[in-house]
């Protein structure tokens, strides 16, 4: 993955909890055995309505999603990332995120930063309010700053995961690196432990 | 360097397990935040979330570590119908013939349609005997904690960490908090395992498993078959946790004796030997703890657009202005008007048009005789779609040994072929906009079954009731 160390920009606000992957990328989309043109199905459910946020023009081009508590609920589907990166998104803002969802972003480089529910609240009333805000998300400091509101506060990432961000590091090689400690666990696993072969 | 406690540290069974797979380093110091490279026995492989990963691992040059503990199938987009011609969409059926030769150029066992041992990934995996206490196990798809029901810490991950474990057979993984589900008493006339879930979701809705693995425990939950266990550790996903799982017991080891890939002979009495040890030890705490009466397990019903919006059958559909919290509120407003649904009226009163007994969740054959028992005799409402959709070929052949689709049949159900069908829609089985079904299943998103379908989640008794009645009905309605 590539590298992240800041993101910068203007945010889409997404106003509803429990925003689950079927509905960021439904399921007609996964049938794809590519990895690239999920950008076409990200909320495609929703995007038929012209009012749906992520239609206004003045949203055009934002690179943060600001979303309510449970985004990325529900399905494995990484799918759901690629969508979410390939539109244009380089982080997403929630109160809460689904777990495998959360996991999945930290693969692909794209920046969950979880927030108290009450800033969720207020960024959200202020991005509704003036779209053309600047939201500044910095991967190195771990802070979330919004210079227009006086808002600089503290997030959370893995420092492992950070690691990776800020240097788009693969993590398979990563691991690939302990393959003698791999070999040596492998050869103490109880022998009753099943093979698949038919 | 191990992150392993010393052994005389009372452990949850959730803590032996995982401290059982982690691999030690010799090269760095383990990580003060707990977070470790977990061995992984088991990487089941399906159509939808694997094709990425092989395509990654061809453009790095890498190869597949453990083939022998990688098991794939083709579930999420088959056809119910007529699975011994090709496939009619050709996307559907490229994505199939994608999983056929990355299995045949990295030496993976797939079991493709038509063949016995077929079916929902997370059915087969367990009456393979492939799935055992005390393994981890990961899958691409989020109802990977099934499997749990056997004692193993088992878990959904995404396509990068399915390349991930192709190539090393590990994942590095975050710690979890430990959570108890302690469930006390005994179950309720007409209540089932889906029910026991459909409880936890009313309590905990979909976030209160976040960044844990539970443990169901408790009296109910040691009455409960494995076929119900799986039902209950299936739906951990739906609120939030990492894994469900339970300590394997008699029940656990009689369901897998002599399953084809089960220990035999000597080894099996080592590893039952060593499964004994899976529990949690007296003095062990857990992080968290809910602790819930059996009582609160009578039979259930989603009414709304996310699992954790629940209530009992007996109930009536909630007002948005019984929310303290506004986004909640609005939550319940939202998911009330997409389920086209009014405050205060009597769950009995939902009239649907379409029935899907099926999914990881319920297509296994406890679930078929527990739907098939309620069945005979009757015949499904005029005008109703129902489908019955086994979990795999093995149960397939099963119920049809026992009659079920018989049974099935003559009271005017669909019987069918195995795969994830209704469940997610992957493939030509369903909901036109507008159409509501009850679904045996374990999601009701908006979508989830078809673009503007509306689903309600139930148990297979429920669902067979329903079907007959035309309306929301209990087994005991039909007196």
Redesign the interface.
């Known amino acids: 993955m590539e590298a992240v160390r800041i993101v910068q920009g203007r945010a889409v606000p997404l106003e509803r909890n429990d925003v689950d992957t079927d509905q960021i990328i439904p399921s007609d989309w996964l049938k794809q055995v590519e990895r690239t043109g999920f950008e076409k199905g990200l909320f495609s459910e929703w995007r038929d309505d012209p009012d749906f946020v992520m239609n206004k023009e003045e949203h055009a081009g934002a690179k943060v999603l600001l979303a309510g508590p449970n985004f990325g609920t529900g399905s494995s589907r990484e799918h759901a990332v690629w969508a979410i990166m390939q539109y244009g998104f380089e982080a997403v803002i929630s109160p809460r995120f689904g777990p495998i969802f959360a996991n999945n972003s930290t693969k692909n480089g794209l920046v969950c930063v979880q927030i108290e529910q009450e800033l969720g609240d207020k960024l959200m009333a202020a991005v509704q309010a003036d779209p053309q805000l600047e939201i500044v998300i910095d991967v190195e400091k771990l802070r979330l700053e919004v210079p227009a509101l006086d808002i600089d506060v503290a997030f959370a990432m893995d420092a492992q995961v950070q690691h990776r961000f800020l240097e788009g590091l693969d993590d398979i090689g990563l691991t690939m690196q302990q393959g003698d400690d791999i070999s040596a666990f492998e050869s103490s696993r109880p022998g009753y432990m099943p093979a698949t072969s038919a | 360097m191990s992150t392993q406690p010393p052994t005389n540290t009372p452990r949850t069974l959730s803590q032996k397990v995982w401290d059982n797979h982690v691999?030690?380093?010799?090269?760095s110091d383990a990580?003060d935040?707990g977070?470790a490279?977990l061995?992984i026995?088991?990487h089941l492989v399906h159509e939808?979330?694997s094709?990425?990963a092989f395509?990654g691992l061809r453009m790095?040059g890498?190869t597949v570590?453990r083939?022998?503990?990688?098991?794939a199938t083709e579930d999420?987009?088959v056809p119910t119908e007529n699975q011994h011609l090709p496939i009619p969409?050709e996307?559907?059926r490229?994505?199939v013939d994608?999983l056929r030769s990355n299995t045949a150029e990295f030496g993976?066992?797939n079991y493709p349609m038509g063949h016995k041992n077929q079916g929902i990934v997370h059915v087969i995996g367990p009456e393979l005997?492939?799935t055992?206490p005390g393994?981890t196990v990961v899958c691409?798809?989020?109802h990977t904690s099934t499997h749990g029901a056997f004692g193993a810490i088992a878990f959904?991950?995404?396509?990068?960490?399915v390349?991930?474990v192709l190539?090393?057979?590990?994942l590095?993984q975050?710690a979890q908090e430990t959570m108890a589900i302690t469930i006390n008493g005994e179950l309720p006339e007409g209540a089932t395992a889906k029910d026991v879930v459909l409880a936890v979701l009313a309590r905990t809705g979909?976030?209160g498993g976040?960044?844990a693995i539970a443990e169901y425990r408790g009296s109910v939950i040691e009455s409960l078959s494995m076929e119900g266990r799986m039902t209950v550790c299936n739906m951990s996903?739906?609120w939030?946790a990492?894994a469900g799982l339970i300590a394997p017991d008699e029940t656990t080891f009689e369901y897998l004796k002599g399953r084809q890939?089960?220990?035999q002979g000597e080894?099996?009495d080592?590893?039952v030997a060593?499964w004994r040890e899976l529990k949690t030890d007296e003095g062990a705490t857990f992080d968290r703890e809910i602790i819930m009466d059996g009582s609160e397990c009578v039979p259930h019903i989603t009414w709304g657009?996310?699992p954790g919006q629940v209530a009992p059958i007996d109930s009536t559909v909630p007002n948005p202005a019984d929310y303290d919290d506004a986004?909640?509120a609005?939550?319940c407003t939202?998911a009330l008007e997409y389920m086209d649904l009014t405050p205060g009226m009597a769950m009995r009163d939902i009239v649907v048009d379409t029935v899907f007994i099926g999914s990881c969740t319920n297509s296994r054959i406890e679930d078929l005789r527990a739907a098939a028992a309620v069945a005979k005799g009757h015949k499904v409402k005029d005008g109703m779609r129902t489908l019955v959709v086994p979990g795999s070929g093995l149960v397939q052949e099963q119920a049809i040994a026992e009659g079920l689709d018989q049974i099935f049949i003559e009271a005017g159900f669909d019987w069918r072929e195995p795969g994830c069908s209704m469940c997610?829609?992957?493939n030509a089985d369903r909901l036109a906009p507008g159409e509501r079904s009850a679904s045996t299943s374990n999601?009701n998103?908006?979508?989830?079954q078809g673009?503007g379908g509306r689903t309600h989640l139930v148990s297979p008794e429920v669902a067979a009731a329903t079907a007959i009645l035309g309306h929301v009905a209990t087994p005991g309605d039909l007196a």
């Open positions: 691999v030690p380093s010799s090269t990580a935040n977070s490279l061995y026995d088991l939808v979330t094709p990425q395509e790095t890498r570590r083939p022998d503990l990688t098991v999420h987009n969409d996307i559907g490229k994505q994608t993976i066992t005997g492939l055992l393994m691409g798809d989020s959904g991950i995404g396509t990068s960490e390349e991930h190539a090393t057979q590990t590095p975050l979909t976030s976040i960044g996903i739906e939030g990492k890939h089960a220990p080894a099996w080592e590893a060593a657009t996310n986004g909640e609005d939550a939202r997610l829609a992957m999601r998103f908006e979508g989830r673009r």
